[in-house]
């Protein structure tokens, strides 16, 4: 390579040098975002497997019971009683007041 062509050579690297970088440092921050949502996610399911339907009182298996279309878990060793979000407006803005009473007793187990 003569003297001409690395002189050209040095001057485009200087001129795109900051593009260069910044391109660089783009890509590794995506590489890092990619590991983290990854890490992320694995600590999700890892978590998921240890707590997904137990009860978070006594750690037992929760069942899933239905009444009227609405799902409660049921503690298979202290029977206590846990709703997801929405599930409990379900009951008092959709339900007529004997079918929350019914409800209500089916729950205790009256």
């Given at each position: 390579?003569?003297?001409?062509?690395?002189?050209?050579?040095?001057?485009?690297?200087?001129?795109?040098?900051?593009?260069l970088?910044?391109?660089?440092?783009?890509?590794?921050?995506?590489?890092?975002?990619?590991?983290?949502?990854?890490?992320?996610a694995?600590?999700?399911?890892?978590?998921?497997?240890?707590?997904?339907?137990?009860?978070?009182?006594?750690?037992?298996?929760?069942?899933v019971?239905?009444?009227?279309?609405?799902?409660?878990?049921?503690?298979?060793f202290?029977?206590?009683?846990?709703?997801?979000?929405g599930?409990?407006?379900?009951?008092?803005l959709?339900?007529?007041?004997?079918?929350?009473?019914?409800?209500?007793?089916?729950?205790?187990?009256?």
């Amino acid at each position: 390579m003569d003297e001409v062509d690395r002189s050209r050579e040095d001057a485009w690297f200087r001129e795109n040098e900051k593009d260069l970088l910044e391109a660089a440092k783009k890509a590794r921050e995506k590489r890092e975002h990619e590991r983290t949502e990854k890490g992320r996610a694995e600590e999700r399911e890892r978590l998921q497997k240890l707590h997904h339907m137990k009860c978070p009182k006594c750690g037992h298996d929760l069942k899933v019971e239905v009444f009227h279309a609405i799902e409660v878990d049921r503690c298979t060793f202290c029977e206590g009683f846990f709703m997801d979000a929405g599930e409990i407006e379900q009951l008092f803005l959709n339900k007529s007041a004997s079918e929350r009473r019914g409800f209500t007793r089916w729950l205790l187990k009256i």
